[in-house]
């Protein structure tokens, strides 16, 4: 059974609009959500963890047990911020990670 | 992140060859991970393993063998390369000790299967 839904493969917004990447769990203990992100030829790397309750780069990312959701948006794209983005479910202490399938964001100028 | 390496970068095989691909990290974590991309499919997790003794299956084990050498070293092999293993690959690491269950990827190894 799919854990982690990103239902938009692509998205792409104009620079300065707010954008909003999806994301849906399916988890019945208490998860621990993360966005990773690749930027154009560099590698995966964490962005934010729900946990931290941060806000890096600008982007943030609440968690909504009732809606399962971990949706991450920030309120002004830059075209800085394209780049493939990774909802990702750790369930429990395991340690592993599940991935959705990414969803490929182009800000345009 | 330079402390995780993976060797080589990009490998072109033919069907039914033996293919290694290597990961190394000088960041001094236990944990580490193999991971296949596929275009349209994300990251799916092949094997990981905790600590040296320890070498887990992931989601997608089937065709892939692993080896922990050393607590830096973690080794992904295809005994016998098919085609549909085409893809990138990558290594990753975490830290048991570091509390945040953060992951540092690899760079990624691009295998494609002829």
């Known amino acids: 059974a799919q854990r982690v839904t990103q239902p938009e493969k692509l998205l792409s917004v104009f620079k300065g609009a707010p954008v909003e990447l999806k994301c849906n769990y399916s988890?019945?203990?208490?998860?621990?959500l993360f966005w990773y992100v690749q930027y154009s030829r560099q590698r995966l790397q964490l962005l934010l963890r729900?946990?931290s309750r941060e806000s890096i780069k600008g982007f943030t990312a609440d968690l909504n047990k009732g809606e399962t959701s971990f949706h991450l948006k920030k309120p002004f794209a830059q075209e800085e911020d394209s780049a493939m983005y990774y909802c990702a479910l750790m369930e429990g202490s395991n340690y592993k990670l599940t991935f959705g399938k990414g969803t490929l964001l182009t800000v345009n100028p | 992140d330079a402390d995780v390496t993976q060797t080589p970068r990009n490998r072109i095989t033919k069907t039914g060859k033996r293919i290694m691909l290597e990961c190394s990290q000088t960041?001094?974590?236990?944990?580490m991970y193999w991971y296949r991309q596929d275009p349209g499919l994300g990251l799916q997790l092949i094997y990981y393993?905790?600590?040296?003794?320890?070498?887990n299956k992931g989601e997608i084990s089937d065709g892939y063998s692993v080896s922990r050498q050393a607590q830096a070293k973690f080794s992904l092999s295809l005994e016998s390369a098919i085609p549909n293993q085409t893809a990138l690959y990558f290594c990753?690491?975490?830290?048991?000790?570091?509390?945040?269950?953060?992951?540092?990827f690899g760079p990624g190894t691009r295998l494609t299967v002829l």
């Open positions: 988890y019945s203990g208490s998860p621990e």
């Open positions: 960041k001094g974590h236990d944990r």
């Open positions: 990753a690491t975490s830290d048991s000790r570091e509390g945040t269950d953060t992951q540092y």
């Open positions: 729900h946990i």
């Open positions: 393993s905790f600590d040296v003794k320890d070498i």
